[in-house]
């Protein structure tokens, strides 16, 4: 272990190498690829605050990734802040232009990050990871569900920023709430972080393209299907605290057209959910491999 007074540097725990910046480009920018450029940072407050501040300003590309080693600032749904030690996990942001694609339909998008990430992960990591409605990644950690991962999007520019953070090799006494779990802690075969971010962006690169070749028609594509199928909100009762305050309880049967969760409520309504916290109240868990 490094002392508290010694000074930092990249290399000050040698279980979280650095990521090399030149070996992901390689492996991930290609001519016919979706990512066009890819910016490893040591440290930011926020890459999604970073890369929408550049979208806004027209100076930014489709197609750019970038990831800091740590983020000071991290932010996820409702402005909850995010933070992890150095080199702990992935925390990322991408810059799409869904272009032809209706922006009524561009709300997929967060979806489609959380299956990619599930899926990406489930091939690289060797851990089963389903997804908490709307786009929160689950793991098992000892028998019980945790949170470890988050996404999140925001409409910037001619595009939307879409960023991830996951917890990679977070110990227990570094979890940041008893909910909290990492990819190590569920099991990982691997933690090695280039071979996650590989997996992840490729799976991101091929249903974002399934996605946009069917005019972002999530059934078409067969996102809709494979965000139900990996969703473990799906088959439990739970609490949906609505924005305003206000809260809806009932079991969780679909997820509609347009991405919304639908609940079925104790007097036979279907109620569509579109924004809000969601608690899993009972049932199990769905998973996605």
């Given amino acids: 272990m490094t002392p508290p007074d010694a000074p930092h540097n990249r290399w000050s725990d040698l279980d979280r190498p650095p990521l090399n910046a030149t070996a992901l480009r390689r492996g991930l920018l290609r001519p016919d690829a979706l990512w066009?450029?890819?910016?490893?940072?040591?440290?930011?407050?926020?890459?999604?605050?970073d890369l929408a501040g550049r979208a806004r300003a027209g100076a930014v590309a489709a197609g750019t990734v970038l990831i800091a080693e740590e983020q000071t600032a991290g932010r996820g749904r409702l402005e909850r802040?995010?933070?992890?030690?150095?080199?702990?996990?992935?925390?990322l942001s991408v810059y799409l232009e869904p272009g032809d694609v209706p922006v009524e339909r561009w709300g997929w998008v967060p979806l489609l990050a959380g299956v990619a990430a599930a899926?990406?992960?489930?091939?690289?990591?060797?851990?089963d990871t389903s997804l908490k409605w709307p786009n929160?990644?689950?793991?098992?950690?000892?028998?019980?569900?945790?949170?470890a991962g988050g996404i999140l999007g925001e409409f910037a520019g001619d595009g939307i920023v879409v960023g991830m953070g996951i917890n990679v090799s977070l110990r227990a006494d570094e979890l940041p709430a008893p909910t909290a779990g990492s990819l190590v802690l569920a099991g990982a075969?691997?933690?090695?972080?280039?071979?996650?971010?590989?997996?992840v962006l490729r799976s991101l690169e091929h249903w974002y393209g399934a996605w946009k070749e069917t005019g972002g028609d999530a059934a078409a594509s067969g996102l809709q299907a494979a965000y139900a199928a990996g969703c473990a909100t799906l088959d439990r009762t739970v609490r949906a605290e609505l924005p305003g305050g206000d809260a809806l309880v009932g079991e969780a049967v679909a997820i509609d057209g347009d991405g919304r969760l639908?609940?079925?409520t104790e007097d036979g309504l279907r109620q569509p959910v579109s924004a809000g916290d969601i608690v899993h109240l009972r049932g199990v868990a769905g998973g996605l491999t």
Wanted: hydrophobic share 35%; charged share 25%; net charge negative.
């Fill in 262 to 264: 639908v609940l079925s």
């Fill in 36 to 49: 066009t450029s890819l910016e490893v940072v040591e440290s930011t407050g926020s890459t999604n605050t």
């Fill in 189 to 199: 075969v691997s933690t090695d972080r280039e071979t996650l971010l590989r997996a």
């Fill in 81 to 91: 802040t995010w933070t992890a030690p150095p080199r702990s996990g992935l925390f």
């Fill in 136 to 147: 929160d990644l689950l793991v098992s950690v000892d028998g019980e569900e945790r949170k």
């Fill in 119 to 127: 899926t990406g992960l489930a091939k690289s990591a060797g851990v």
